[in-house]
């Protein structure tokens, strides 16, 4: 029993959420540096469970007019629990009328996923879904 | 590095706003996979680039967490007659292109 209790205590330990959170971070900074994201403009769209963790399908949206004014100039997607957060990085123009991008993508295990997207006059959002992942994906 | 898939209407009206479809069958292998005890090499298409008459529209980076065979969908605002140019390319270097062309009439 003991032993059995010590191994619970050590599962809810933080140690290894706080590297991956660390990856996360430092994934997040080498794509769009230090600035805040607001966390608004985007509909990021992920089923709440997905059956096969290899093939998850993603659709995001970002609330943008797509002028040569204001456009997304890059969207940024991350796994937070992959054995390494980086999934793609779509750099757009106002010629992508809307700002949505669909594709598909792996989880190795439940998780968030996080998207970032850097507008043209440089300001950064960010939205997160959270996906249950029934059989993880090969990643 | 097999042929990329393309869908595309064949014409579209001026101003008309048009979905692309694509995919190109691929491993997309991470390097940290293991097959039989063994570890799969990693094999991966790290870049996509679309040109319209030349012009990069749209451009992408793919990483671990892409799947295989990386399929796409996006939407594209046609105002005259476009060559889509796709290009996709590995780590080693290796590409495969994709075209496709919408008509305005």
């Excluded at chain 1, 619970?8 to 997040?28: E, T």
């Excluded at chain 1, 403009?41 to 709440?48: D, M």
């Excluded at chain 1, 997905?50 to 456009?71: F, M, R």
Aim: net charge positive; proline share 6%.
């Amino acid at each position: 029993m003991i032993g059995r209790r010590a191994a619970l205590l050590l599962a809810a330990l933080p140690f290894g959420a706080l590297a991956g959170d660390a990856d996360l971070a430092n994934a997040i900074r080498d794509q769009v540096g230090d600035g805040a994201p607001e966390e608004r403009g985007i509909v990021l769209r992920a089923p709440a469970t997905a059956e096969n963790g290899g093939q998850v399908p993603i659709t995001v949206i970002v609330d943008s007019p797509q002028t040569a004014a204001l456009h997304v100039a890059a969207i940024h997607v991350f796994a937070t629990r992959n054995p390494t957060p980086g999934v793609a990085s779509f750099r757009l123009t106002p010629a992508l009328a809307r700002a949505e991008i669909q594709t598909r993508i792996r989880l190795a295990e439940n998780q968030a996923i996080v998207v970032v997207a850097q507008m043209s006059d440089g300001s950064l959002r960010r939205a997160s879904a959270e996906v249950r992942v029934a059989a993880g994906g090969c990643v | 590095m097999n042929a990329p898939r393309i869908r595309a209407p064949r014409t579209a009206r001026p101003g008309e706003i048009v979905e692309i479809r694509t995919l190109i069958e691929h491993p997309m292998e991470t390097g940290l996979r293991h097959d039989s005890g063994r570890t799969v090499p990693r094999d991966l298409i790290n870049r996509m680039i679309l040109r319209v008459n030349g012009e990069t529209v749209l451009s992408a980076e793919f990483r671990n967490g892409t799947s295989a065979n990386p399929y796409h969908v996006f939407f594209l605002r046609i105002e005259r007659t476009s060559e889509l140019d796709f290009v996709w390319t590995n780590e080693a270097g290796r590409s495969a292109r994709g075209n496709a062309r919408i008509v305005v009439a």
